[in-house]
């Protein structure tokens, strides 16, 4: 017996809905205009602020950056920072907690400046990054990251809305 003997009396009585794949395109964002809306929030003009963005998501580094957008390589860190770039400040931990102390007044600068090990600028722009937040609205003006999830997780919200059809490893044996 072949397939076509066993599909002899089948019939189709409804008809597949087609659902096709939903996208998300993200290409047309006029990411300009959106920091130009808060430029106020900004250590420099939108326009520079987008060559920085573009040239370090490009690959460049943050000095390449903002020579790029002719503003200083401080500049183009603190541009960077505020949009949601995690990692610009150029201390490291323990040198980031002797700042926190100096901002709390529990330090010199002088002393705070020495014991991090830090140079001048170094130094003035871990106090940038320590004393200024991200903005969460340039974060998202300028978030390219394909494979965050938009909305959740959906592999976790698919297994908890199949929780109650799931057994447990345990349970197999």
Do not use: N
Not at 75 to 91: F, I, N, Y
Not at 130 to 151: F, G, I, Q
């Amino acid at each position: 017996m072949g397939l076509s003997d066993i599909a002899a009396g089948l019939e189709v009585t409804t008809e597949q809905v087609e659902r096709g794949v939903a996208t998300v395109d993200d290409t047309e964002v006029d990411v300009a205009a959106r920091l130009r809306a808060h430029a106020e929030k900004l250590p420099c003009t939108p326009e520079a602020a987008l060559t920085v963005l573009e040239r370090y998501g490009e690959g460049d580094s943050v000095g390449d950056a903002g020579r790029a957008a002719s503003v200083a390589s401080v500049t183009a860190a603190k541009v960077l920072h505020r949009c949601g770039v995690e990692g610009v400040t150029p201390l490291a931990p323990m040198a980031r907690q002797v700042l926190r102390d100096w901002l709390a007044g529990e330090l010199s600068r002088a002393d705070a400046l020495e014991l991090s090990g830090a140079d001048e600028a170094e130094f003035a722009l871990a106090a940038y990054v320590e004393t200024h937040d991200p903005v969460t609205e340039l974060a998202e003006a300028t978030r390219r990251d394909a494979a965050a999830p938009l909305s959740g997780d959906a592999l976790v919200e698919k297994r908890e809305a199949l929780a109650e059809t799931m057994s447990a490893s345990d349970e197999m044996f």
